[in-house]
């Protein structure tokens, strides 16, 4: 071989043995490189728990159309979907609205307005398993107030609308066995000893016989004060309207009631109100029914009676005001006082047509109720 051969023999394989070296440093400093991250998980709606929020608004309360669309903003500010609107009619105060909002997908309905647009989205979501939030914008906002959530500030409100925890309550239904169109001829007094008449109407097939509440239902003082408070004093003076109109029936007559507890025997009564309780918080630090749990699956009843004029009354509230401070007066001969009892279906007759109001709105004159306890019946939003 000529010398030419053997230098380009010779080249040839240095040239391998460089591409060789080149190859093995590659590898090693591959081997020295940080491993690669791997790409990050995209964050989506499947990913992320954000419900479909809709709001059921009474459009009568002042501002709506601004709180609207603060509800709006306070939705995208925390990457939910659009929220559902919806605004209640005088034909439909909210419970076709709130079954719509949960045909359409709604996972949370919060109720903006006083407490009748309140028992109507919860009767709307009754047997389902959306949660109710509460906006509370009414006079009395009683279940607000036993739910221990914010009253006068919008954002707080949200705050919990939007990102509270979920409970389960109980629910309250008061039934009308009888009124006005099932008794032709009532005597106007309930002879001591005679029992009132037993023709009943088919409740159970009349839907609008049927009446859902959350805190409390009740006859007598109660139901004539709500229905007397006047409606432009309440926008401005708010709960303190119910008391005014209380004034007018202080030395209103005693009402003559049996009773009748889970089955029992009936009671025969003369007193002033009768109410069964879900809970017993009212506006201006009242507590009415102290032992009342929302979800203890069990009815409270209070029943209070006055006698001998302003005495009677003024012993009766303090006791009631003893009441929230954990005290129970039981003084022998008081002219003022309330007794309680438990129940898990109570029912309420009377010769004479009595009003009747459940969370504070009235339902009308009826002759004969029954109250009845659905425990767990609905899921709520709370701080």
Request: aromatic residues 6%; charged residues 20%; proline residues 5%.
């Amino acid at each position: 071989m000529s010398w030419q051969g053997w230098v380009s023999l010779v080249a040839v394989l240095v040239a391998l043995v460089a591409v060789t070296l080149a190859l093995q440093n590659r590898q090693w400093l591959r081997g020295l490189e940080a491993p690669a991250s791997p790409e990050p998980a995209r964050i989506t709606a499947a990913s992320v728990d954000r419900p479909q929020v809709a709001f059921v608004a009474n459009p009568s309360k002042p501002g709506a159309a601004e709180l609207r669309e603060q509800c709006v903003q306070a939705c995208a500010s925390r990457y939910l979907p659009e929220p559902l609107w919806y605004e209640t009619t005088p034909e439909d105060p909210g419970v076709g609205q709130t079954k719509q909002a949960v045909a359409d997908g709604a996972q949370v309905v919060v109720a903006v307005g006083g407490d009748g647009t309140v028992r109507a989205v919860a009767e709307g979501l009754n047997g389902t398993s959306a949660a109710m939030a509460l906006l509370p914008q009414g006079t009395g906002n009683l279940l607000a107030r036993n739910l221990d959530l914010p009253l006068n500030d919008v954002e707080a409100q949200l705050r919990v609308a939007l990102g509270g925890r979920d409970r389960v309550i109980d629910v309250g239904w008061l039934t009308v066995v009888r009124d006005e169109k099932d008794v032709a001829d009532p005597v106007s007094e309930l002879d001591p000893g005679a029992a009132a008449p037993e023709k009943t109407a088919p409740a159970a097939d009349d839907p609008s016989r049927r009446h859902i509440f959350l805190v409390i239902g009740g006859v007598g003082f109660d139901a004539a004060m709500v229905a007397d408070a006047d409606e432009e004093l309440k926008a401005k003076v708010g709960w303190i309207a119910y008391f005014l109109a209380g004034v007018r029936h202080l030395h209103s007559r005693r009402m003559r009631l049996e009773a009748q507890l889970d089955g029992g025997p009936w009671y025969q009564l003369r007193l002033r109100s009768l109410m069964v309780g879900n809970c017993g918080r009212l506006p201006g630090g009242i507590t009415l029914l102290p032992d009342a749990v929302l979800d203890d699956g069990w009815l409270d009843v209070g029943a209070i009676d006055t006698r001998g004029g302003m005495l009677g009354w003024t012993q009766l509230f303090g006791e009631v005001v003893a009441q929230r401070f954990g005290v129970r007066a039981d003084l022998p001969g008081s002219m003022g006082h309330i007794d309680h009892a438990r129940a898990r279906r109570v029912r309420v007759r009377s010769r004479d047509a009595q009003q009747v109001q459940v969370d504070g709105d009235i339902i009308g004159e009826a002759f004969e109720l029954e109250a009845n306890i659905q425990k767990h019946g609905l899921t709520v939003r709370v701080a």
